[in-house]
């Protein structure tokens, strides 16, 4: 009985996955929750205080203010960048913490740097921390750049405490950029650099320096396999600022996306092109992604897609080809759901009478673009159909709306944002939802109720 009384008294064991940062009380060969493999590893638990160590009182009060209470609001800076600041809402604004994360080699470090010069030329504080690379090496890219000449204090360090020591024995900057977080440590914390503990605790000192002295920072993270950042996920919730900076390394531009951005519009995107100065700017995405052919093809319609605030036309491609034999046909997919091209392929077959069953179906966005707009919809099964019967889509068109299993097209949100940006860009016609509003008065709209109309349309078109 004492043995048992013993064994229940002792602390139980739990195990940390270093790569997303869930708790577990048993050790496992894969997390459970984001399926890596070997990164569960023993924690110290936590210490659990007594009753008589509660927290209602011993500590200072606390003074409330209201929220019209007299006093000057932060005021944003700009980076330079018109791009950078339409993500982020207008600018960076002071004592907040911004995360980006992007594929190795994408140009964050690139985009940084031009953003600190920009920021240093106009006469602001700028202390550019790197953990990965060496001083030298930074201002070797910034020689590259035509930086060189920016007045950017650069350091090559790991301890936050002495970055921290350092940034109190000096006047605040305006912007902090540590490249990157899951390069520092804390002496203070147990654990290489790159834990979960050490980037939790790494980032809540250097936030909380941000936060007492208005200081914008700028945390790079690592992304895992499939894109995440990597580390604990209370880091995202730790920052204001969440972006992903994305693109194909054989495709020259680069889209910086807000994910979570508590002062403005989540989804807002900035194009840039990667080119031998640097990252370029791109102020009419659309180009980027329209391939600029004179004659319409079969199998391509474009699509006016939304971010955020911003319509970006898009050209879907898709191609069939009809098998002779009895072999399984293909569905390869770049860019679009897997899985919603399944199911818009069965409504085509269930309403409207085509047979894809006996054709291999690629479908390609063009630009290596990725599409999450369900507004899409109607823009792929014209592409498909029109590469089906071999028949080009109408010249300058333009199609949207969402497609339910009915076969009905449904309306979809800030149609006549999307109806302006392609009457903008030169387009003539438009196809979508019978009650879509239409914002171009160069643009003759055509609304269409069910999926049997597109077909109708499409095979209509000589």
């Not at 700009?78 to 994360?101: H, I, N, Q």
């Not at 085509?354 to 599409?371: C, K, P, T």
Request: net charge neutral.
């Amino acid at each position: 009985m004492f043995r048992y009384k013993n064994d229940m008294a002792k602390s139980k064991k739990r195990y940390v996955c270093q790569s997303c940062g869930s708790v577990s009380h048993r050790w496992q060969g894969q997390c459970p929750d984001c399926s890596e493999w070997n990164t569960l590893t023993e924690d110290a638990p936590a210490t659990v205080f007594s009753q008589k160590h509660h927290l209602s009182s011993g500590g200072r009060p606390i003074e409330f203010v209201s929220l019209d209470a007299p006093g000057e609001l932060p005021v944003r800076c700009p980076t330079g960048l018109d791009e950078f600041d339409r993500a982020l809402g207008g600018g960076l604004v002071p004592g907040s913490a911004v995360l980006m994360g992007g594929d190795p080699g994408i140009g964050k470090s690139t985009l940084l740097l031009q953003t600190a010069a920009n920021i240093a030329r106009d006469g602001g504080e700028v202390v550019y921390v790197s953990g990965e690379e060496a001083a030298g090496q930074v201002r070797m890219r910034a020689s590259r750049l035509g930086l060189a000449d920016a007045p950017i204090k650069l350091a090559s360090e790991t301890s936050v405490r002495d970055i921290l020591t350092t940034l109190g024995n000096m006047k605040s900057p305006r912007l902090l950029v540590i490249d990157s977080i899951q390069t520092m440590y804390s002496d203070a914390i147990e654990g290489a650099p790159g834990t979960v503990s050490q980037v939790r605790g790494c980032a809540f000192e250097l936030i909380r320096y941000a936060k007492q002295n208005d200081v914008a920072l700028v945390l790079v993270g690592h992304v895992t396999k499939d894109g995440s950042i990597a580390g604990p996920r209370v880091l995202e919730h730790m920052v204001d600022v969440v972006m992903s900076f994305e693109g194909e390394r054989s495709h020259q531009y680069r889209i910086l996306r807000a994910l979570k951005n508590r002062f403005g519009a989540v989804d807002e995107i900035g194009v840039f092109a990667m080119a031998q100065e640097g990252l370029e700017e791109i102020s009419n995405p659309s180009m980027l992604f329209l391939s600029g052919r004179d004659q319409p093809l079969a199998g391509s319609a474009v699509f006016p897609a939304l971010e955020g605030t911003r319509p970006v036309l898009v050209e879907i491609q898709a191609l069939i080809v009809k098998l002779q034999s009895g072999a399984t046909p293909r569905r390869s997919v770049v860019g679009w759901d897997n899985s919603r091209l399944a199911m818009l392929l069965a409504v085509l077959e269930s309403r409207c009478g085509l047979n894809f069953s006996s054709a291999e179906v690629y479908l390609n966005i063009a630009g290596g673009y990725r599409l999450s707009d369900p507004a899409a919809d109607v823009a792929v099964a014209a592409a498909l159909v029109s590469a089906l019967a071999d028949r080009a889509l109408p010249s300058q068109s333009v199609w949207f709306g969402e497609i339910s299993l009915a076969g009905e097209i449904r309306p979809v949100a800030h149609s006549g944002l999307r109806t302006r940006e392609a009457g903008k860009l030169g387009f003539a016609k438009g196809f979508g939802p019978s009650d879509a509003k239409c914002d171009s008065s160069t643009l003759r709209y055509r609304g269409m109720g069910q999926l049997a109309n597109l077909v109708d349309q499409v095979m209509a078109n000589a």
